[in-house]
């Protein structure tokens, strides 16, 4: 039951070949064995998956049709809302918070009968690319502990690279699910902005937010997706995807678009050659390769760093110690509110999420909205027109996911800048709300170990069935996401 994909565990379920109890219980165990090392779950829900195992394992014995999730181990980025259990974002500021209500994601994943081993570790309120931000502990790459495993769903990539749950949900606001998925040598879906329910996520950007799942193989992250997706009369920016399907007998024909823009200077060497190497296997499959530009990809990152903090002023602005958020006023019930709302903000948030704070109010204060926020919407919509251009003549773009592999522990730590360009690659499809994907295409060498290296591929808004189809195609090419880490050993 190791290093087995969602697909063939629900096989195995259904033919009887174990329990959905004992493929719960080899995952509680695993964790037990594994996580000390990689720190990828910030708490467990032992006795609610055993108990919804059991349900299935009943269900199997009365001969009942399962849902296609049913009985397989899932983790939940600890941003997610899960009933009765705690949600911290990894910050302090949220410590003692339970959850009293799910997440619309999380419902749909319980309404599969999939069993939720726990929440995930993350970069505190999804701020940071390495998972170094969280407030209670860091996660390390399973290829190579020493190294980051990415952020901010650097514990729901690790977990799943582990093996540690067999799927995960992460979130993506530049990034947060495709680059650590590169990094940690597993698939990572960032979905159109609007097809996947963002009621019950704990606020980062509301603009550029997106729940997706981390899986073994493409099949498995269509899978996740379809039970996930859908309206939601709770969130007013979502709608029906189109149908996923299942992948037609070929992508021959398929036009594939290699924006030049993203083989720039800055890229790692060998990274690159990676990359252009899974493109040769995809022009391979019968697909047409072509160059195109996106000619406003430089702004990208700048757009990004100024809305995305813009959004996080605004969010977590109800975090003051009296509205939300552990506070001051608890343990202190006359202090002065000034003092309250500073201690408590000063107390409760970490570096990297004030300092996204205090850009923010800053990119919105008067006198300088104009100057920067209004004129980062401005470029946010000729970014889209890059891309809309773009899709007029190809129908999936090609692009490393991450510019690099991973990289050692507090190597980019006193350095914002070099952190925020980790998401170079990967921040635009937020901008402009279209669905990405990252796919283990090779891996590189560093300091005797083997890490990963992924392969973006990006597709028009709602078209995620062109991902799949394409990655599912390479998948079957190629050998790289059956490659297992060290840690497994």
Not at 334 to 360: C, D, K, N, S, W
């Amino acid at each position: 039951m190791e290093y087995t994909s969602v697909t063939d565990l629900a096989a195995g379920l259904r033919a009887r070949s174990y329990s959905a109890e004992e493929l719960t219980r080899s995952y509680i165990d695993r964790i037990a064995a594994r996580d000390s090392r990689v720190g990828a779950y910030l708490h467990r829900m032992e006795e609610d998956a055993l108990m919804t195992a059991r349900r299935v394992d009943a269900m199997i014995a009365c001969g009942e049709e399962l849902m296609p999730l049913a009985g397989i181990p899932m983790a939940v980025k600890d941003v997610l809302l899960v009933a009765g259990h705690p949600a911290t974002a990894a910050s302090k500021m949220l410590e003692p918070y339970v959850a009293a209500y799910d997440a619309t994601v999380v419902a749909k994943l319980k309404q599969q009968d999939a069993v939720l081993l726990g929440k995930t570790n993350c970069d505190e309120f999804a701020m940071g690319s390495s998972t170094e931000n969280s407030a209670y502990q860091k996660t390390s790459n399973p290829w190579d502990v020493a190294v980051v495993p990415g952020g901010s769903s650097g514990g729901s990539a690790a977990a799943v690279a582990a093996d540690l749950c067999a799927a995960s949900l992460g979130t993506d606001t530049g990034g947060s699910v495709r680059q650590p998925a590169s990094l940690c040598g597993v698939v990572g879906l960032k979905p159109t902005y609007g097809a996947v329910s963002r009621y019950g996520l704990i606020a980062m950007a509301s603009s550029f937010d997106v729940v997706g799942p981390f899986t073994r193989t493409v099949a498995d992250a269509r899978l996740v997706f379809a039970a996930i997706a859908g309206s939601d009369p709770k969130d007013a920016t979502t709608q029906e995807p189109r149908t996923t399907g299942q992948r037609p007998p070929a992508v021959r024909g398929l036009r594939v678009g290699i924006p030049k823009e993203y083989f720039a200077s800055g890229i790692d060497p060998d990274v690159e050659a990676a990359v252009r190497e899974a493109i040769r296997v995809i022009e391979g499959l019968g697909c047409t390769i072509e160059e195109v530009s996106l000619p406003h990809t430089q702004y990208g990152l700048a757009v990004y760093y100024v809305l995305m903090p813009s959004e996080v002023s605004a969010n977590l602005a109800r975090f003051d110690g009296i509205r939300y958020g552990a506070s001051l006023a608890r343990t202190e019930p006359h202090a002065a509110l000034p003092r309250v709302y500073t201690e408590t903000r000063t107390q409760g948030f970490g570096p990297e999420t004030r300092r996204r704070i205090m850009l923010g109010t800053y990119a919105l204060s008067k006198g300088y909205a104009d100057k920067y926020y209004t004129r980062a919407l401005a470029v946010r919509a000729l970014l889209k027109q890059d891309f809309e251009r773009a899709f007029a003549s190809v129908d999936v773009l090609l692009t490393p996911t991450a510019p690099t592999p991973a990289w050692s522990f507090g190597a980019k730590t006193d350095d914002p800048l070099q952190m925020y360009l980790s998401d170079v690659f990967t921040v635009s499809a937020n901008v402009v709300g279209i669905p990405g994907m990252s796919v283990p295409c090779g891996f590189v060498e560093r300091s005797g170990k083997r890490l990963p290296v992924g392969l973006q591929l990006l597709g028009r808004w709602f078209d995620e069935s062109t991902l799949f189809d394409l990655g599912e195609a390479y998948q079957e090419a190629t050998t790289w996401h059956r490659e297992r880490p060290p840690l497994a050993s």
